[in-house]
């Protein structure tokens, strides 16, 4: 099926959302939604349709899969991830937006790297929260949750476009609230750790004359 203007926004907004969370996810799923023309995709984004995109794509998934679930490395792995989720949302969106107007076309751009920066650095500041617990039960339950939306929000963009995005609008309401709580919650413990590291050592009693070794 095509897309109108305001289904290939309401798509962007889902997928750069989606890209954010897990990008091999979203073009893996947008990629064979589209080879196996579940939806039409614009010209400009037909090389993601192509058999060996798609396979890199569902091949670094699978590498992605493992390594976002080893404690510790999963913060590293995602710092990395920095530089890929977000570039790549801004490049799919637009592609996907290349048949509209200029403007329209730099502003979902625009919208797409901001979307995908909410929901990485959302992503980053649960897996920080999570990290310290010594059971890793609790790493892996929020990856599988976040591979699981990364391709059930790109599926659902492509069918219910409008639902879709009005899911991720909420859903960036909360990732922007959890952001400043994390936010506050480590400013509070590094002020802690400030006033305990410059806390004044409490000088040693002095000894009483009497008491001094002849």
């Known amino acids: 099926m095509g897309l109108n203007e305001a289904q290939i926004i309401s798509l962007v907004i889902a997928a750069s959302f989606a890209a ?6 979203m ?8 080879h196996f023309q579940v ?8 090389v993601i349709e192509n058999p060996w995109v798609v396979a890199a794509s569902l091949a670094m998934f699978v590498l992605h899969f ?3 679930k080893i404690p510790a490395f999963d913060l590293l792995w995602n710092s990395m991830h920095t530089f890929i989720r977000i570039p790549l949302a801004a490049l799919v969106a637009y592609g996907a937006t290349s048949q509209l107007s200029p403007g329209t076309q730099v502003a979902s751009t625009a919208l797409a790297g901001v979307i995908a920066a909410v929901a990485h650095t959302g992503k980053f500041a649960a897996r920080a929260a999570v990290t310290p617990s010594p059971e890793p039960f609790s790493n892996i339950a929020l990856s599988v949750g976040e591979d699981t939306a990364a391709v059930g929000l790109t599926w ?31 400013r509070a413990l590094f002020t802690r750790g400030m006033t305990f590291w410059r806390r004044p050592e409490t000088p040693q009693a002095a000894q009483p004359p009497g008491c001094l070794m002849h």
């Open 20 to 25: 954010g969370l897990n990008v091999y996810a």
């Open 27 to 34: 073009c893996g799923t947008l990629g064979l939604l589209g």
């Open 39 to 46: 939806v039409q995709l614009p010209q400009t984004l037909h």
């Open 66 to 68: 493992f390594a976002d």
């Open 156 to 186: 659902f963009a492509t069918v219910h476009p409008y639902w879709t995005a009005a899911i991720v609008l909420v859903l960036l309401v909360l990732t922007v609230i959890l952001i400043r709580v994390f936010a506050r919650a480590v």
